[in-house]
């Protein structure tokens, strides 16, 4: 069925350390990915996404990676900061009829400790 | 550049009662997408319009309803509330055609005593 997961629920890192989140989704036809980042009492914020046809995307000190092999995504956070601290999304996409329809997993808690 | 605005930010309702809750796309944008977040969850999505009509749906049932207005605007319906349905209802706009990021307001957090 279609699904996207997380591996962990919580993950903790010291301010200035990398962060790594992970996500495995299920459906191989999902051809477009979106990692979101959502703070207490707000929406999902757009931080990146990757199309399927790309194993590797970055933006500013974050980069998303992409193996279709084994439907796994990953977000990287480089030199974790405080005001990273929320909850992240990643979503997969099924276009189909041109529209978005995205599945989001349950998201993964980054607490960064000072 | 006005990102997506959502009315009101709460509610509470009341079981049976029907609710409708408004979404203002961001400037640009002619996609509305509309979502269900239950505490501690991932995002549901509901449905999407696009030139006024329903383009997709979720596996919502058919007292969650909607509309989009010629401006792009779009409102979200529920009839014969549950308890249920208490959640935070997110809206989403984009541009039409698949692979667009969406773009998410702060949401109305309903609740249904």
């Known amino acids: 069925g279609e699904s996207v997961g997380l591996h962990l629920p919580t993950l903790s890192v010291q301010e200035g350390d990398n962060s790594i989140i992970n996500c495995a989704y299920s459906?191989?036809?999902?051809?477009?990915f979106i990692w979101y980042k959502q703070e207490s009492g707000k929406g999902p914020q757009f931080i990146i996404d990757?199309?399927?046809?790309?194993d590797k995307r970055q933006g500013q000190r974050v980069t998303v990676l992409l193996n279709k092999t084994v439907k796994h995504l990953s977000l990287q956070i480089a030199a974790t900061q405080p005001g990273d601290s929320a909850v992240y999304f990643c979503?997969?996409?099924?276009?189909?009829?041109?529209?978005?329809?995205?599945?989001f997993g349950t998201g993964t808690q980054l607490k960064v400790e000072l | 550049d006005a990102g997506v605005t959502q009315s009101p930010t709460h509610l509470i309702k009341t079981r049976g009662q029907q609710v409708t809750l408004r979404c203002s796309p961001k400037?640009?944008?002619?996609?509305v997408s509309w979502y269900q977040q239950a505490l501690g969850q991932g995002p549901q999505f509901i449905f999407q319009?696009?030139?006024?009509?329903?383009?997709q749906r979720g596996n919502f049932p058919d007292r969650f309803s909607g509309h989009q207005f010629p401006n792009y605007s779009s409102e979200l319906n529920v009839n014969a509330l549950l308890l249920g349905d208490s959640a935070l209802y997110l809206c989403?706009?984009?541009?039409?055609?698949?692979?667009?990021?969406?773009?998410f307001g702060n949401g109305t957090r309903l609740t249904v005593t």
């Open positions: 400037s640009g944008h002619d996609t």
């Open positions: 459906n191989s036809a999902s051809d477009y």
């Open positions: 989403a706009s984009s541009l039409v055609g698949g692979n667009s990021p969406l773009h």
């Open positions: 319009y696009y030139e006024e009509e329903e383009r």
């Open positions: 979503a997969e996409n099924f276009a189909t009829g041109g529209g978005n329809k995205l599945t």
């Open positions: 990757i199309r399927s046809n790309m």
